[in-house]
């Protein structure tokens, strides 16, 4: 290793660090999206990345059709099951008597190359005050020992796992934006992290998270004498 901290391979025929390319050809994404939203807050000089997503669609026609020859372990005897509840979760809104920050201003290259925001390290947080309760629409439908729970919002992933992690069911999955989205639902994790989406958000936190979870469980319970008596 040099003083630079650098591999001094160039001179033993190797790479140069500067001249790295990582590449991924191919990868399968469920859900993809982009988000920076502290991104004031995380110092005056960035790194320069240039980041390229070429998005490509391909017939998947032969592959569902293997994976469905595949099946094995089949029924003619389906049980179907919904029902659905709401929790009611504190709200808060944005203090009307605190004027809003301003406006992110535009990057400005510095000296060296790099690009700095002028309003780096500033807090852009909103100062939130009580507001009106926050109803989240919750809908269970079960086919068999499958567990599809539906929320009208945006939740976070960390309240889907924990959902996995608690429920009766070994295979259940978290469908969101319902009918009667209520927008973003954050995480308690979240609400302590520079997330534009938790820490501005609608919903106090303490509440809505185990309520989900909770809200579930109530409802899996409800089914849970139906499929025992089909089996």
């Known amino acids: 290793?040099?003083?630079?901290?650098?591999?001094?391979?160039?001179?033993?025929?190797?790479?140069?660090?500067?001249?790295?390319?990582?590449?991924?050809?191919?990868?399968?994404?469920?859900?993809?999206?982009?988000?920076?939203?502290?991104?004031?807050?995380?110092g005056a000089v960035r790194p320069q990345i240039d980041l390229g997503v070429d998005v490509q669609a391909r017939r998947l026609g032969e592959?569902?059709?293997?994976?469905?020859?595949?099946?094995?372990?089949?029924?003619?005897?389906v049980v179907l099951w919904g029902a659905s509840s709401t929790i009611v979760c504190p709200g808060r809104k944005p203090d009307p008597s605190v004027a809003p920050a301003?406006?992110?201003?535009?990057?400005?290259?510095?000296?060296?190359g790099a690009v700095a925001s002028p309003t780096a390290g500033q807090d852009r947080r909103v100062k939130m005050v009580d507001g009106d309760p926050v109803s989240i629409p919750l809908e269970l439908v079960m086919i068999n020992d499958?567990?599809?729970?539906n929320v009208g919002g945006?939740?976070?992933?960390?309240?889907?796992?924990?959902l996995?992690?608690?429920?009766?069911?070994?295979?259940?999955?978290m469908v969101t934006l319902s009918p009667g989205?209520?927008?973003?639902?954050?995480?308690?994790?979240?609400?302590?992290?520079?997330?534009q989406m938790a820490v501005n958000n609608h919903i106090k936190p303490g509440c809505a998270e185990q309520s989900i979870v909770n809200?579930?469980?109530?409802?899996?319970?409800?089914?849970l004498p139906v499929w025992n008596a089909a089996r």
Do not use: C, W
Not at 28 to 38: A, M, Q, R
Not at 102 to 112: H, K, L, Y
Not at 164 to 173: I, M, N
């Open 102 to 112: 301003p406006a992110a201003a535009s990057p400005v290259a510095t000296g060296n």
């Open 146 to 149: 499958i567990a599809l729970a």
């Open 164 to 173: 996995k992690q608690h429920s009766l069911f070994d295979r259940t999955a």
């Open 215 to 223: 809200g579930f469980l109530d409802l899996e319970k409800q089914y």
């Open 181 to 195: 989205s209520i927008g973003y639902i954050p995480s308690e994790k979240s609400y302590l992290l520079p997330s």
């Open 154 to 162: 945006e939740v976070f992933n960390e309240i889907s796992q924990k």
């Open 1 to 42: 290793m040099s003083e630079t901290g650098r591999p001094n391979g160039n001179e033993q025929g190797g790479m140069d660090v500067q001249q790295l390319r990582i590449q991924i050809v191919g990868q399968y994404v469920k859900d993809l999206s982009f988000e920076n939203p502290g991104a004031p807050m995380t």
């Open 63 to 77: 592959e569902v059709v293997r994976v469905a020859n595949g099946i094995q372990n089949t029924t003619n005897r």
